[in-house]
């Protein structure tokens, strides 16, 4: 593996703690994208530098890639063009196999599709399959740039917690039943994320994370709540108490304080101690 740094983007904020190292790769097939990821990292005080990547002597173009503690992460991007280009000569699978090579866990090579709209794709549905059947690749589609964005910042906000809170992990999150189904169909592809992101907080079930996913359909939204100087720290702990969770024959029932409180205090404290 041979990695050429070209620059980085710092925080001017000093960092508290040690953070996980975002890597972007130098060649991208739209420079556009490129420029918006930058500008999304820069937003959130995250540092990514731009590499020039290269695994068994092929250059990687349009990735992320993240080092924690000795372990990968891949989020590749593929845009109308280069998922074209990348299909017509199956270089697509060649990259999926050479990025699982490095990773000890496949499921931390994510192919991220943005804005690919499967009528302009035939074999798209048969590609998925194999990438994620055989391959065991993530596969995620984003609509536009503001879905772009909403995938983005949860990744790197979940990965901060991540290092705060060894037990939460983006990467490999508790997998929803076949119960709610019919629930999860009238969510979108992050908020479906979002829901698997709550569950791993203790005691939070499908149906719980998804009543507070239908009020708060992002991380950054609740999270917005949680930060507000509008709203005193007792307003915030009990902020979720009073959504509905629809159960079994159209019954219904209030989250309650107890879990309200549990969320906050998940997202707000670390080591017993109030985040600061």
Not at 3 to 19: D, T
Not at 75 to 100: C, M, P, V
Not at 166 to 193: A, G, H, M, Q, Y
Request: hydrophobic share 35%.
């Amino acid at each position: 593996m041979e990695i050429y740094s070209q620059r980085s983007f710092k925080s001017n904020k000093k960092k508290s703690i040690e953070k996980p190292n975002f890597i972007l790769s130098l060649d991208f097939s739209n420079n556009s994208i490129q420029t918006f990821i930058l500008d999304l990292f820069e937003q959130k005080n995250t540092r990514i530098d731009i590499e020039n990547i290269i695994f068994n002597n092929e250059k990687m173009m349009n990735l992320i890639m993240i080092k924690y503690k000795e372990n990968y992460t891949f989020l590749q991007l593929y845009d109308s063009s280069f998922l074209s280009g990348s299909i017509s000569n199956r270089k697509i699978f060649k990259t999926a196999e050479i990025l699982k090579s490095i990773c000890e866990d496949s499921g931390n090579v994510i192919f991220l599709f943005l804005n690919i709209k499967k009528k302009d794709y035939k074999d798209i549905n048969e590609i998925s399959f194999i990438l994620k059947s055989c391959s065991k690749i993530k596969i995620y589609h984003c609509s536009d740039n503001y879905d772009l964005y909403d995938y983005l910042v949860d990744l790197i906000s979940s990965i901060s917690l991540k290092e705060e809170k060894s037990k939460l992990t983006f990467f490999d999150l508790k997998p929803v039943t076949n119960s709610n189904l019919s629930e999860l169909d009238d969510l979108s592809e992050n908020s479906r994320i979002w829901v698997k992101h709550l569950m791993c907080i203790p005691g939070i079930s499908e149906k719980k994370a998804i009543a507070i996913v239908k009020m708060y359909p992002t991380f950054k939204s609740l999270i917005e709540v949680y930060e507000s100087e509008e709203f005193t720290e007792l307003e915030k702990e009990k902020f979720l108490k009073d959504i509905t969770i629809i159960g079994n024959a159209n019954s219904s029932k209030r989250i309650g304080e107890a879990v309200s409180s549990k969320v906050y205090k998940y997202f707000t404290e670390k080591e017993g101690k109030k985040k600061t």
